[in-house]
């Protein structure tokens, strides 16, 4: 249908109106997987997994509405940020991709940051989010770098470090499914750690953001059930 838009003069003014609804649908399968991770979690309290257990029950009745539970809105936005900012690498450090990543969110993202921002599980995960590598991954980058003696590091000089490797995610395209298979990606490895003892992330970005928010507003008494 996208295609048909931009080949046709006349359906050419429904184009972003479609692509936005293209990226709801697969963005709130998204947000359904990011529920049901926590709700089959045992690292967290009863209290958090009933929260994203209900939620993910309404997500179920109400799949399609941007705004059906208290923070989907703030994933589906951090989701088109991370696809308009491409991540740079340089330093490594990732300060640059963060800063305006963070520029085109909400105040709930700050909160996350003040409160989590010092986790290094958070930080990994954080890092995978931004450069689209996985932890492994960027480690290697970063040796590569200091036995080079180099400070900064093109995309070039990356894809020639990791060799056959993955290259980073592009999720930038304009098919959003690139962004389910780059949360899929992290997923997995997530998961690969958690029952080994392998370094690195345990959960994604977006399942700690998701925890943080819950269990926030359930501190405030904040957290209306429908039921």
Not at 197 to 204: A, M, V
Request: some cysteine; charged content about 30%; glycine content about 4%.
């Amino acid at each position: 249908m996208r295609k048909l838009c931009e080949r046709n003069v006349r359906l050419s003014g429904f184009k972003d109106d479609l692509q936005k609804s293209w990226e709801y649908t697969i963005f709130s399968l998204l947000i359904e997987d990011v529920y049901q991770t926590i709700v089959e979690s045992d690292a967290y309290p009863a209290a958090v997994r009933r929260r994203a257990a209900i939620d993910l029950i309404h997500l179920w009745e109400h799949r399609f509405d941007r705004n059906v539970t208290e923070y989907a809105p703030t994933l589906i936005d951090l989701w088109r940020v991370r696809k308009r900012i491409a991540p740079v690498f340089g330093t490594m450090l990732g300060t640059m991709e963060l800063m305006r990543i963070s520029s085109l969110l909400s105040t709930r993202w700050y909160g996350f940051l003040s409160e989590y921002g010092d986790d290094p599980e958070v930080i990994h995960a954080l890092e995978e989010f931004i450069f689209g590598l996985t932890y492994e991954q960027i480690a290697r980058v970063r040796e590569a770098m200091r036995t080079r003696h180099v400070s900064v590091i093109d995309r070039e000089e990356l894809n020639t470090i990791l060799e056959l490797e993955m290259v980073p995610d592009d999720v930038s395209d304009v098919d959003p499914r690139r962004m389910y298979l780059f949360y899929q990606r992290r997923a997995k490895a997530a998961d690969r750690r958690r029952f080994s003892p392998l370094p690195g992330p345990t959960r994604t970005l977006e399942e700690a953001l998701l925890v943080q928010m819950i269990e926030e507003q359930t501190r405030n008494g904040d957290y209306h059930e429908a039921w």
